[in-house]
């Protein structure tokens, strides 16, 4: 009797283990009985809701994945986690809603249409809803803290922080939608494969806009262009899209007169951009490049339109240096003059796309802003790769990044041009590019100047390195 | 000429910013001995309620102005009551720092109200300008500077020759004799609160105009008068005032000038000008050039 105790024991202390280990995140593997899914993993998930006989075997899964229905759930689903790493208390603060908002809705999206495979939906609970401070140090603590309850990341806000987070998320096989567009995230010698970056880089993107403007400024009546004024954040983002400007000015010809960092206004830089607008008037060039925040590109064109009138250079501002909010400050008639034009890797708020119809109706009445648009749209590869894991039947962190990794034809419904994640860098980069204009009938008040293309610099384009160092 | 008279008038509108931000600190500092770090919060705070009366709301911009002027005056009083009030006696560096846990609490509040995108404040000036000869001058800065000159007037003369101006400065340099005196130094410490409130949103409301506009990074401005009062003394109305005048027109001349007389030290050295000068005025003056020395026994 003493002797059967004793195996009750240890029998009871392995099942403990084993439960305990079930629990806390370790891989293991659970049968699941898949009875919908996507036609494929490269297509958008909510369309594909038939059933398929293929799928009924069993699906491997492990940390970040519950039989268990997510909170508010579909009650026959099992639940996916994902976490944000955002900046809540940072220089991009006031972006995390609009961020937030976009992503979360598009799950909401997504699960509504059937989740991934019909068999678990995907949700990013608010305990997952992580501030990085837009510190790279806060932003690997705050990953460590939910890298056992998440399959992924889906946002990492900033480059130097998602490349402080690298060497963690490679440990634990953990993919990550980047909310930063640093050339370098195409290379997977640099982010493992892991890193789910979606529109077209700020290199490629400066390539385009100069492109562009040697054909539209002379087009406009203008003098054609001949010389160029870059005015940058001194950081990954202005440097990857500077190194694009000079790539497009060395092709076609033209000189780069001046290159100036600017300081931003969350880092103690001066609001009114006194020295940015003295070198725009004081040195004339056809076309300034500005790569800053919109409270940086507000005083920068509205003093250049201030001091030289008619004279003014066309300006164009990265992507993200746009916010609707700009309509309202002194510098508005400036923005309506005809002088500001704005690069973009996906189309504005009220842009003509099935995904753009999608997300306004999903959002409803927000606001409608560049960052609900990046938020939704920065969604649509994790999910592919959770489709095409789940249709591999391994859910595993391992299952998943394999998946990410050999992604072909990620389908943005026609919010951006659909691109692949598995092969040369230089075959696969995402090189479109869109330019809009100040439109004052537009929800976030610019529409379409020209839809996407791919300028003759891009096109030619050797992409065998990250274009600036991170 | 034009150039460096170019650059007076930049260096002469931020001047007006940093001496209407640097009095809100030195009267709040002169009456209860207390740094308050609260200020961008509280600056921030008011231009957000000129933009909401004033674009959201629709009404007269200075109505807008004086009722927002009014609820950060209350902001500040409700801050002296609940806050420092009960840490009347404790270590000043205790109070110091609770502003800073004040600022950061209140500026997540404002930030949250501000929102994603930029918010003007519906100010008249826009982007108008006058010019005198050669010098264009935009009228907001004029407006910046005539306020500036106003104000100073007033707290001058107002700490001279008012009762309670007299009563705020017998409080700032002993508590305790003040209160012998007859004096309520609560009382006077809440007006020292509610003066430097409606002074923050009035600077709140000027930073916000012109391009700028108000967002949630406009708060950094209002650090940038630190160096001014450094330098012309924490305790001290005219110091403030040209604590700020050579802040501001060493930042213009530098931003103006800088970059083609000394291009070897880098872009955007204008930014570390004001704490440049705010330690070559640390090394020869520690109390700043009009501010009051310490006399301690030893």
């Not at chain 1, 504005?348 to 409803?364: C, F, I, N």
């Not at chain 1, 075959?427 to 439109?439: C, M, Q, S, W």
């Not at chain 2, 308050?36 to 709301?57: C, D, E, K, Q, R």
């Not at chain 2, 209350?74 to 009551?81: N, T």
Request: aromatic residues 10%; hydrophobic residues 50%; negative net charge.
């Amino acid at each position: 009797m003493r002797r059967y105790t004793k195996v009750v024991i240890v029998i009871a202390v392995f099942a403990m283990l084993a439960a305990a280990c079930t629990q806390g995140g370790g891989e293991t593997t659970t049968t699941a009985a898949p009875t919908t899914t996507a036609p494929t993993a490269t297509t958008a998930a909510g369309e594909g809701t038939t059933t398929t006989e293929a799928m009924m075997e069993a699906v491997k899964t492990g940390v970040g994945i519950t039989s268990e229905p997510c909170p508010d759930g579909n009650p026959d689903r099992g639940c996916i986690y994902l976490a944000i790493i955002d900046d809540e208390t940072g220089p991009f603060a006031a972006t995390a809603p609009a961020l937030v908002g976009g992503q979360k809705a598009f799950w909401a999206v997504t699960n509504a249409e059937g989740g991934i495979g019909g068999e678990f939906d995907v949700a990013i609970p608010d305990e997952f809803v992580k501030d990085g401070q837009y510190k790279p140090d806060v932003t690997v603590q705050q990953y460590t803290q939910v890298a056992d309850e998440v399959v992924g990341l889906a946002m990492l806000l900033g480059t130097p922080q998602g490349i402080a987070t690298l060497d963690s998320l490679n440990a634990d096989n953990t993919i990550a939608a980047p909310m930063t567009w640093w050339s370098g995230w195409t290379f997977e010698s640099v982010d493992h494969g892991l890193v789910l970056e979606f529109g077209t880089s700020y290199c490629f993107e400066g390539m385009n806009a100069l492109d562009w403007a040697v054909g539209a400024v002379p087009a406009a009546g203008r003098d054609a262009v001949a010389k160029v004024g870059i005015l940058k954040f001194p950081t990954d983002y202005g440097n990857d899209y500077a190194v694009g400007v000079n790539e497009a000015a060395a092709a076609n010809g033209l000189e780069v007169a001046w290159e100036v960092p600017i300081i931003p206004v969350s880092a103690g830089g001066d609001p009114t951009q006194a020295e940015a607008v003295a070198q725009v008037v004081s040195d004339p060039v056809d076309v300034v490049f500005v790569v800053s925040g919109p409270s940086e590109l507000a005083p920068i064109v509205g003093g250049a339109a201030q001091q030289l009138g008619a004279d003014a250079p066309i300006i164009i501002g990265a992507a993200p240096t746009w916010n609707p909010g700009l309509m309202q400050t002194a510098a508005a008639p400036a923005f309506e003059s005809g002088i500001y034009f704005q690069s973009a890797f996906t189309g504005p708020w009220d842009y003509d796309s099935v995904g753009h119809e999608k997300m306004r109706t999903a959002l409803g009445d927000v606001p409608g802003n560049f960052f609900f648009v990046a938020g939704w749209e920065s969604q649509y590869a994790i999910r592919a790769a959770l489709q095409a894991a789940y249709e591999a039947g391994d859910l595993t962190k391992a299952g998943i990044a394999a998946a990410a990794r050999s992604l072909a034809n990620v389908d943005y419904d026609g919010m951006m041009p659909s691109r692949s994640f598995a092969g040369d860098p230089n075959d696969v980069a995402p090189r479109e590019t869109l330019i809009a204009k100040v439109d004052t009938s537009a929800t976030d008040f610019t529409s379409v100047a020209q839809d996407f293309f791919v300028g003759p610099t891009a096109k030619a384009y050797n992409f065998t390195e990250p274009c600036a160092a991170p | 000429m034009t150039q460096f008279l170019q650059a007076t008038v930049a260096g002469l509108s931020l001047a007006s910013i940093y001496a209407l931000l640097a009095l809100g600190f030195v009267l709040i500092y002169k009456s209860t001995q207390v740094l308050s770090f609260a200020h961008p919060a509280l600056m921030v705070f008011g231009a957000y309620f000129v933009s909401y009366f004033a674009v959201t709301i629709g009404l007269d911009f200075w109505l807008s102005l004086a009722l927002a002027m009014a609820l950060t005056a209350l902001l500040g009083a409700v801050i002296e009551r609940l806050a420092l009030r009960p840490m009347v006696g404790k270590p000043l560096f205790s109070m110091a720092i609770l502003t800073i846990g004040l600022d950061i609490a209140i500026r997540v509040v404002v930030n949250d109200l501000i929102g994603l995108n930029l918010r003007g404040v519906g100010d008249p000036w826009g982007f108008s300008t006058v010019k005198l000869g050669d010098v264009v001058i935009e009228t907001r800065v004029i407006a910046m500077f005539i306020t500036a000159v106003v104000v100073t007037v007033a707290l001058l003369l107002f700490f001279r020759y008012s009762k309670v101006g007299l009563a705020m400065r017998a409080t700032a340099a002993d508590q305790e004799v003040a209160l012998a005196q007859g004096i309520s130094v609560h009382r006077i410490f809440a007006l020292a609160w509610i003066f430097g409130g409606a002074l923050a949103a009035l600077a709140g409301m000027f930073t916000s105009t012109g391009p700028a506009g108000l967002s949630p990074t406009s708060w950094i401005v209002a650090l940038k008068a630190l160096p001014a009062i450094v330098v012309g003394g924490l305790d001290s109305v005219h110091g403030a005032v040209v604590g700020a005048l050579i802040i501001g027109l060493a930042e213009g001349y530098t931003s103006t000038y800088q970059a083609t007389a000394m291009p070897w030290l880098g872009s955007n050295f204008s930014q570390v000008v004001p704490y440049l000068v705010m330690l070559i005025v640390l090394l020869a003056k520690p109390y700043g050039l009009f501010g009051t020395e310490e006399v301690e026994r030893v």
